[in-house]
Nanobody, 129 residues
Framework: QVQLVESGGGLVQPGGSLRLSCAASGGTLDYYAIGWFRQPPGKEREGASCLSTSDDLTYYADSVKGRFTISRDNAKNTVYLQMNNLKPEDTGVYYC??????????????????????WGQGTQVTVSS
């Protein structure tokens, strides 16, 4: 069973940047579509960004487009989320999710969790002055 460990969260001022990392062990992430989901305080988990197995399809929530970039390094078995121009509404626990369903509908990408999706323990991101 592949295990995921997220890191890189923290406290940052509005307009700042963070890079989240998700390191996998016990197996390879090469075969999985992966994503970053976040859970704001008191709200449900929502998809922020996802990446296909071949890296040719990405999904970004409207709220993060132009500010977040998802990537993976297969040699390091690690997934990243570069977050720039952070806003207070980006605050939440960020989870790296593997085996997500990334698909297009009328050309628009969508990303959802599957019953078999799995994730790490999460990393807290707090954007506040």
């Amino acid at each position: 069973q592949v295990q995921l460990v997220e890191s890189g969260g923290g406290l940052v001022q509005p307009g700042g940047s963070l890079r989240l990392s998700c390191a996998a062990s016990g197996g390879t992430l090469d075969y999985y579509a992966i994503g970053w989901f976040r859970q704001p305080p008191g709200k449900e988990r929502e998809g922020a960004s996802c990446l296909s197995t071949s890296d040719d399809l990405t999904y970004y929530a409207d709220s993060v487009k132009g500010r977040f970039t998802i990537s993976r390094d297969n040699a390091k078995n690690t997934v990243y989320l570069q977050m720039n121009n952070l806003k207070p509404e980006d605050t939440g626990v960020y989870y790296c999710e593997a085996d997500v369903d990334l698909y297009t509908d009328y050309g628009e990408p969508h990303c959802i969790l599957l019953r078999d999706s799995f994730w790490g323990q999460g990393t807290q991101v707090t954007v506040s002055s």
